[in-house]
């Protein structure tokens, strides 16, 4: 039954709340409209990889404008805040200086589409937006009465320091890299395991920390061999291309389509290890549509010596749990063999007297040289290629900015990315701003692959500082000209760990049998599947309303749901942190003894980063006075938490 509580406090306090709001979003809406499967061997890839065949911003004809979800979503979200005073920039602080390279771009393609961007956010707006950004929390009360009153011109430059040194910045970042490398201990072909997972994660985290540069991640992710995943955690990102059902040539395409969908954004050899690009891609990706299947093979074969092992931890018990490992193995002696009629896709056959093909790398033509280790010339070939720094900052930009400068991040089409030789007509060129992004790729490169660096350059500039309010007339279909601050809904770990540190009610989550770890906050949970609390756990269930997926057939996605309100008006994680007789040290019983003000001041700063508006301050202290104080406390604090400026990060 759901449990509905009277309020007393009114629009001025609860303003719309997450129950109130339309959503725009559908399923599979985030990336555009979905175009039909025409090959039945391309089902088997299931949802999470055939973004191939997303239209989105890809299609031939489009323009590179187009109406997504997150922008009318943000439309929604910006027309129900309320005003926060206290701020005192200006349109003036707009002025662009000719040394940034993202807000020289931007604001120059704003200007030639005769748009005007959006005013720059306040102080309070951005110290929460960019905290949740970079570390997944929100700042805690004291952090924003601290920088809102600090007069220094520098404050923001000095807090974004603050922010990429801290331990909560590696947690948020650990859990980013995470869902691009789908680490998890379970999905639709193998298991990993909890022990491969947390060396995996602790792979990442280590690498994080030490400021390794991302190309020398990549190549280690590729490359490195070992025979233990539980001591050797990069293994398992090879491992996760392991398929059964097949000869092992599906493993080498699946291994080397996840190597190009991560570090080169080019989903698309997916499919073109199925068949060639003419004929299947014609109207969506005009690169693809001309490569063969014999070319991407080319890129196959440079897997053709790995062999993914397994080994049971007990090998006298059946079905024992065990660890995997990647070689390069002299069992498979020669390159790609063009002999399989059987498996997940269609028959590989001699191409004439041609019984092989020899490792090429597609975008370039290098071969590997005699003698040369196959997996390792991969890994140098991917990491020197300009299009992985292209694709690695497309892929940060997207999750910052809320869309691409190329859209679906992961389907790039390398046939229409040149401003000074554009595509033939029909087509356009795919990203919405090209110089930006290879100016941007170029700086990545320049930083000797620092993702701090990167990340540094995109929160310091005035574009990622303009607000997600907007005064004149807003197109939606301009959201890829980032002239505004497109809004999101918090990840799930983040919408716990701010429900958790605002009250100042922690869980403890022990998970020290499968993981050796113990937690209070879900940012630094290893993987999505099972915990904290167990498949059918009420906290797994409550961050699993909030779509975390599972890194596998189930992305990440901003969807809402008629859940997603339930849980936050009567879920137990809520309702337990919102009572006046809880423990002493919680928000709400810390502040009870406070003059109503005070009380009202103290939980808005803790929840929603911000001093109440006057119209909210009088309707709280009003309620406050006339009604059960405590009650109204507690309906104050509740309200807060269904607040859309609590769940949206804007």
């Avoid at 951005?126 to 601290?146: H, M």
């Avoid at 006298?316 to 490992?325: A, E, L």
Wanted: proline share 6%; hydrophobic share 35%; charged share 15%.
């Amino acid at each position: 039954m759901v449990k509905i509580r009277t309020l007393t406090l009114g629009a001025a306090v609860t303003g719309l709340s997450l129950a109130g709001f339309v959503y725009s979003q559908q399923q599979g809406a985030e990336d555009g409209p979905q175009i039909p499967v025409s090959e039945s061997q391309c089902s088997f890839f299931g949802p999470n990889h055939d973004k191939f065949v997303q239209a989105g911003f890809m299609a031939k004809g489009l323009s590179s404008g187009q109406a997504s979800p997150r922008a009318l979503m943000t439309a929604q979200v910006a027309s129900a805040l309320p005003p926060v005073p206290g701020d005192s920039r200006t349109a003036a602080d707009q002025q662009v200086s000719s040394t940034n390279t993202i807000d020289r771009y931007i604001f120059q393609g704003l200007q030639a589409a005769g748009m005007q961007p959006a005013p720059p956010t306040n102080d309070f707006e951005f110290l929460r937006r960019v905290t949740l950004d970079l570390t997944g929390k929100i700042p805690t009360a004291d952090q924003v009465v601290s920088f809102t009153n600090d007069s220094s011109p520098d404050k923001r430059t000095k807090l974004v320091e603050s922010l990429l040194g801290s331990p909560a910045w590696l947690d948020k970042w650990t859990m980013f890299f995470g869902d691009l490398y789908q680490n998890n201990s379970q999905n639709t072909q193998i298991t990993r395991f909890p022990q491969t997972v947390t060396a995996f994660n602790s792979y990442v985290r280590n690498s994080l920390s030490s400021g390794k540069p991302y190309d020398q991640m990549a190549r280690e992710l590729i490359s490195d061999q070992g025979d233990n995943s539980y001591q050797q955690g990069e293994l398992s990102f090879i491992v996760g291309g392991v398929v059964g059902g097949g000869p092992v040539q599906d493993v080498w395409d699946q291994q080397t389509a996840n190597i190009a969908t991560t570090f080169l954004g080019l989903a698309n050899l997916n499919c073109l290890l199925c068949h060639n690009g003419r004929g299947h891609l014609d109207s969506i990706n005009l690169w693809a549509s001309g490569v063969t299947r014999n070319q991407a093979w080319g890129m196959s074969s440079f897997l053709s010596h790995t062999y993914t092992s397994l080994t049971r931890i007990d090998s006298t018990v059946r079905n024992s749990p065990y660890y995997w490992g990647t070689s390069d193995d002299t069992r498979y002696k020669t390159d790609y063999a063009l002999n399989t009629t059987t498996g997940n896709r269609p028959p590989r056959q001699p191409i004439g007297t041609q019984k092989t093909y020899p490792p090429v790398y597609l975008l370039s033509g290098a071969k590997a040289q005699p003698g040369q280790n196959y997996r390792q010339a991969l890994a140098q070939d991917v990491t020197s290629d300009f299009q992985f720094a292209r694709a690695t900052v497309n892929y940060v930009w997207e999750y910052f900015f809320g869309i691409g400068i190329v859209s679906p991040s992961d389907t790039f089409d390398m046939a229409r990315l040149d401003p000074d030789n554009p595509p033939p007509s029909p087509w356009t060129l795919q990203p919405s701003n090209p110089r930006l992004l290879n100016a941007l790729a170029q700086d990545f490169i320049n930083s000797k692959y620092d993702l701090k660096s990167l990340m540094r350059e995109i929160v310091n500039s005035k574009t990622y500082q303009l607000s997600s309010r907007y005064s004149g007339t807003w197109n939606p279909n301009s959201a890829n000209l980032f002239g505004r601050k497109l809004v999101r809904r918090l990840w799930s770990e983040e919408l716990h760990d701010a429900v958790a540190q605002s009250s100042n009610i922690l869980p403890t989550y022990n998970l020290m049998t499968a993981y050796g770890i113990t937690t209070n906050w879900a940012m630094q949970l290893p993987q999505p599947l099972g915990t904290p609390d167990g498949n059918n756990g009420a906290v797994n269930n409550f961050l699993n309303a909030f779509l975390r997926g599972n890194r596998d057939d189930q992305p990440r996605r901003q969807d809402g749901s008629i859940s997603q309100a339930l849980d936050l008006m009567n879920d137990n994680f809520i309702m337990s942190r919102v009572k006046s007789t809880g423990p002493a040290s919680s928000l709400l019983v810390k502040n009870l003894n406070l003059p109503n003000d005070q009380l009202v001041n103290n939980l808005f700063l803790a929840v929603l980063s911000r001093y109440p508006t006057p119209a909210e301050m009088t309707a709280a202290v009003s309620n406050l006075a006339d009604g059960n104080r405590n009650q109204e406390a507690e309906n104050l604090l509740w309200s807060l938490y269904n607040k859309v400026d609590f769940v949206f990060n804007y």
